[in-house]
């Protein structure tokens, strides 16, 4: 009978262990993840429409998947236009229900009150108007909303969107700084997160992040002020994206920095390598969307000039565009376990030291992500800056896949420029990779040697492995 009770036993955790294990072949269950599953890799940039008139052939020559016309003055012009080229677009709806829920005096009442006008003749010719014109797949509302009362209303808005454009996928963006305000009470920036997150119920969880600043020094890590080792640098808000919108279970993107900007607000135009470091880093986090802020001239310039002219960092995305979207293909069908940060080493005198590691990141550690077959991460040339990530992934089938990003970029430094070696040595029994090829969107076999991957990657470029030979998911 002891028999028969551990065998029942065993039948019975195996039934379980089998019934825990994902089916790849069902759909996801939250909105936001079935929408990114079913379209291309978001990579769009917000326009302004300035210079005018745009010119949709240049924008598309630059490899992105989607359009984001930000200025409704500009849509009864760009919006006819994107329909007729066939790039597919995202709405842009600012300012919905601000004298309702957004002012120093909005109350309970007021919410009410613009909650009661929201499903308005007034908002629903508004909206189809725009709507009228084919190719929207997505809507975005409410930049950086704060104030929780806004952050209702715009939970209403968005299931009222999503009755009016059932198709689209529709979502806000957070503040990179939103907690700061005294007077809210959020305290952390994990706080805020976490509350736009429950009271939004966004689609995708997103939010801006502008770090590159003074031409003269790095301060990748300085994001809204704040040197390395302080709150709010750029790895700790990217960090906190991605953990909030996994405990929530939503899919996450964000805005990268494509403008220079001087006076009260200096922000270089980010080189090459500084634009690939803003594209694969969130790709070791698991991002699977990405908003360039912005194509055209919003401060001094962006992708391109005042005269509309493409300037150099117009002609580093059209190389770097195509990579991210392949090496993304996979990423929306794979979930983050974890991200790790392989610290370099620079020397100090006489002495060899690691590099310091930026608040929010964690130092790669033995068994990081579950995956147990890293035995050890390192980098071959030594200075500041000469940092990696490593992320580590499963896909609904349980298999495991990790992605090596090399962080070195700079001011008016290219990706060869910047160029890393990074050692990964695995356990004994690992003698092949597969690498997701960013230029073709194809598997390569990668046979190691001695069970050591050794690659040199472009400055700000991440490369995407798997263990077995099946197919990158989305490829």
């Given amino acids: 009978m002891v028999k028969c009770f551990a065998a029942a036993i065993s039948v019975m955790l195996f039934s379980t262990a089998c019934a825990a294990q994902p089916d790849p072949s069902e759909p996801h269950p939250h909105r936001g993840h079935r929408w990114v599953r079913s379209h291309p890799y978001t990579i769009m940039g917000l326009t302004r429409t300035v210079p005018s008139p745009f010119n949709m052939k240049q924008y598309r020559a630059a490899g992105f998947t989607a359009l984001l016309p930000w200025e409704p003055s500009s849509y009864d012009v760009l919006l006819p236009q994107a329909a007729a080229d066939g790039i597919p677009w995202h709405l842009h709806v600012e300012h919905w229900g601000e004298e309702y829920a957004n002012r120093p005096d909005s109350t309970e009442q007021t919410l009410r009150e613009g909650l009661q006008q929201l499903d308005s003749e007034e908002n629903r010719a508004r ?111 990217i960090a906190a994206v991605r953990a909030t919108a996994l405990d929530h279970g939503m899919p996450y993107w964000n805005f990268l920095q494509s403008f220079e900007s001087s006076g009260n607000w200096v922000r270089r135009l980010p080189s090459e390598s500084d634009l690939r470091v803003q594209m694969f880093a969130p790709l070791a986090y698991g991002f699977t969307g990405v908003i360039y802020f912005t194509y055209d001239v919003a401060f001094e310039r962006g992708l391109i000039e005042k005269s509309g002219e493409p300037n150099s960092l117009y002609h580093a995305a059209v190389k770097a565009n195509p990579e991210v979207v392949n090496v993304g293909a996979a990423m929306r069908f794979l979930t983050s376990t974890d991200v790790r940060y392989v610290q370099g080493r620079h020397k100090d005198g006489d002495t060899t030291i690691q590099n310091g590691l930026p608040l929010g990141t964690h ?113």
Avoid at 186 to 201: H, I, K, P, Q, S
Avoid at 413 to 423: E, G, K, N, P, Y
Avoid at 426 to 444: K, M, N, Q, S
Wanted: glycine share 10%; proline share 5%; net charge negative.
């Fill in 127 to 237: 909206l189809h108007k725009s709507l009228a014109n084919s190719g929207c797949i997505g809507v975005m509302v409410n930049d950086e909303a704060v104030k929780p009362l806004y952050l209702r209303y715009t939970r209403h808005l968005l299931r009222w969107l999503r009755q009016q454009h059932p198709d689209a996928i529709v979502y806000g963006n957070m503040h990179p700084a939103g907690h700061d305000n005294t007077t809210l009470a959020y305290g952390t920036l994990e706080r805020y997160f976490d509350e736009f997150a429950a009271m939004v119920e966004p689609d995708v969880l997103m939010t801006d992040i502008y770090p590159l600043g003074d031409p003269t020094v790095d301060l990748f890590a300085h994001t809204v002020g704040h040197p390395v080792g302080e709150v709010n640098n750029y790895f700790h808000v």
């Fill in 363 to 475: 130092a790669w550690a033995p068994g990081a992500g579950g995956d147990d077959r890293i035995a050890s991460v390192s980098i071959e040339q030594v200075g500041d800056g000469r940092d990696a990530l490593i992320g580590l992934f499963r896909d609904d089938a349980e298999s495991r896949y990790f992605m090596i990003t090399n962080l070195w970029h700079g001011a008016d430094a290219s990706a060869a420029d910047r160029s890393l070696t990074i050692t990964v040595k695995f356990a004994p029994e690992v003698r092949t990779l597969y690498r997701l090829d960013r230029i073709t969107g194809r598997a390569v076999r990668v046979d190691l040697d001695q069970g050591i991957l050794r690659t040199t990657l472009p400055g700000g470029t991440g490369d995407l492995y798997r263990y077995t030979d099946e197919p990158f998911p989305g490829t």
